[in-house]
């Protein structure tokens, strides 16, 4: 199958189709938990910023937005969200996954049709549940001003950075991080002590681990053998940042497949591994149990075969962007 570039008419039909499913996947998911999605939390500190309110006091356990955790995102993700706070809840929720899954599709159609397959994948389908982030920030990969908005999570946005960096990251560091300091100067004080007091709440256990420090983990780091390739850059920093374990985390693993037999076997290892860990799982949700098994099932599902995918192509590229 062709691996050129998708032209333009089809790829934006094609990209609009996928953001409207992967919408929809979010419209299920509110429709079928009305808990609040992960977006929901920083629409709502977007909301608090209009209002001049300090959304680290805002949200979390019992208080305005009652969410089960802290706001841990940094406060220039709520800078970015500002558009979205004039919209209801379900409806901002809803429109961002549709441009992250806009964008997404959009990238994944850098290299032809058939690595769109790639959209059917896990992750992607977990990040539209979730309401994530993960699909936006992913197509920075491609279109590069999308490095804008990594700022909003910065692990990830800091492994995308080293896959591919351009000077989109830094200006929208310098940008969204200035606007958030003169909205709430003590930002930075607050975010860390947001994150402390998650740790307190998931102590002893771990929130956040890296891929590469479970079992089987570091064999990731052979990426690096093709270190000129921004997929092997990415697939070695992906591993080596602590993250959720949750499956939307890896949606930027599915950019390494070049071929569509590449993107269904990432896609079909990605459904295994899900498939292990809800075999695993008792049958009320224990979500402590839950990320214990999704870390391990991400590193022998989608890590090391992305890893395998990258080592069989040539070490070529070029190690900077601009």
Request: proline share 9%; glycine share 6%.
């Amino acid at each position: 199958m062709s691996t050129e570039r998708v032209p333009r008419r089809p790829r934006v039909v094609l990209a609009l189709a996928c953001g409207i499913a992967l919408g929809l996947v979010t419209v299920q998911h509110n429709l079928r938990e009305p808990t609040p999605r992960d977006f929901a939390q920083v629409w709502f500190a977007a909301r608090c910023l209009l209002h001049s309110a300090n959304p680290y006091h805002e949200v979390g356990p019992g208080l305005a937005f009652d969410w089960q955790f802290p706001l841990l995102y940094p406060l220039p993700a709520a800078v970015i969200a500002l558009p979205f706070a004039p919209l209801a809840e379900n409806a901002a929720t809803v429109l961002f996954m549709v441009l992250g899954g806009f964008a997404f599709a959009w990238a994944l159609m850098e290299r032809g049709y058939g690595t769109l397959f790639a959209f059917a994948s896990m992750p992607v389908h977990a990040a539209g549940e979730s309401s994530q982030w993960s699909p936006l920030l992913s197509a920075s990969m491609v279109v590069a001003p999308l490095g804008l908005l990594a700022v909003a999570k910065p692990t990830v946005g800091a492994a995308l950075f080293i896959a591919k960096p351009t000077r989109w990251f830094i200006v929208g560091a310098v940008l969204f991080g200035a606007v958030a300091f003169v909205l709430e100067p003590g930002w930075v004080a607050d975010w860390i002590d947001a994150i402390r007091r998650n740790n307190a709440i998931w102590a002893p256990t771990v929130p956040y681990r890296a891929p590469i420090t479970f079992f089987g983990g570091p064999l990731a780091l052979l990426a690096l053998l093709r270190w000129r390739r921004p997929e092997a850059r990415l697939i070695a920093a992906m591993a080596c940042v602590p993250q959720t374990l949750v499956l939307y985390e890896a949606v930027p693993l599915m950019l390494v497949p070049r071929t569509f037999w590449e993107a269904a076997t990432l896609t079909a290892t990605g459904y295994l591994g899900h498939w292990w860990v809800r075999l695993h799982l008792p049958p009320v949700y224990h979500e402590r149990l839950s990320f214990a098994l999704v870390g391990p099932a991400m590193v022998w599902s989608l890590y090391l075969p992305a890893t395998i995918m990258v080592l069989r192509r040539r070490n070529e590229g070029t190690a900077t962007e601009r």
